[in-house]
């Protein structure tokens, strides 16, 4: 899906391209000069949890759990912009926000095939610091990539859950968009992909009322976080 999603962006900016040999009367042409740019943005999410189990096998033999987040769920999101320009075309970025959603997984059993699900619901505050570089506009419309860093913190890290989460996350990050100059704004569609940088496992359970449900974070060596965000940007 995130491929889809990444061609469908870079046609549509082909097509622009295309339909864009001729010089045209430019929307808003000084909007770049400004030292600060403002705006809001909302969009779409799929998060993503990836699980290295380690063939945990309980004591008594009777299960070996093996676990994979199955699904994708799309969730919303929502936030605020703030950049701050360095140069012709290069940008500083604040883009905090807010992203709502879940991550589905699934725990089979290798010994009988039973199967056990968790749907992790989440919140995340997101602060974002990105770095914009942009190509020179042409007409009304103008190419960027931006690579960053943000912290997330996950305001409904659940407790008694089977696998749990630490709530702070980091993630590294590198997308792709277009400035489009409309008459009275600037409409900007991104993508965008999010790497988290560190194990987020919790692995002291003390939560957890029944002990034998320790066995699902036993049998996970390593939990990955990631995400993959559609934003429109209007500014």
């Known amino acids: 899906m995130p491929q889809r999603l990444l061609l469908s962006l870079l046609l549509l900016l082909i097509a622009a391209s295309l339909g864009a040999q001729q010089r045209k009367i430019q929307h808003k042409p000084y909007i770049d000069e400004r030292r ?19 063939g945990f096998i309980v004591p008594d033999g009777s299960a070996q759990w093996m676990s994979e987040n199955d699904r994708q769920n799309f969730g919303f999101s929502a936030g605020i912009l703030g950049e701050w320009r360095l140069h012709r075309n290069f940008a500083l970025r604040l883009t905090p926000g807010l992203h709502f959603g879940s991550k589905h997984i ?6 009988d095939g039973r199967e056990t699900t968790q749907d992790m619901k989440s919140a995340y505050i997101a ?15 103008r190419p960027y990539v931006v690579t960053g860093l943000t912290g997330m913190y996950d305001l409904t890290a659940s407790k008694g859950t089977l696998v749990r989460t630490r709530p702070f996350q980091t993630y590294a990050q590198i997308g792709l968009g277009c400035d489009f100059y409309m008459p009275f704004f600037k409409l900007i569609p991104e993508l965008k992909f999010c790497f988290g940088l560190a194990d987020v496992l919790q692995r002291h359970r003390p939560d957890l009322t ?4 320790l066995v699902y974070t036993r049998s996970i060596d390593r939990a990955t976080p990631g995400m993959v965000i559609l934003n429109l940007y209007f500014e």
């Open 106 to 111: 699934t725990f089979r059993n290798q010994a």
């Open 127 to 141: 602060v974002p610091l990105e770095l914009k570089i942009a190509a020179p506009r042409f007409n009304n419309f």
């Open 36 to 54: 600060w740019h403002y705006g809001f943005h909302i969009g779409l999410h799929d998060q993503s949890l990836h699980l290295r189990p380690n």
């Open 210 to 213: 029944d002990p034998s449900q």
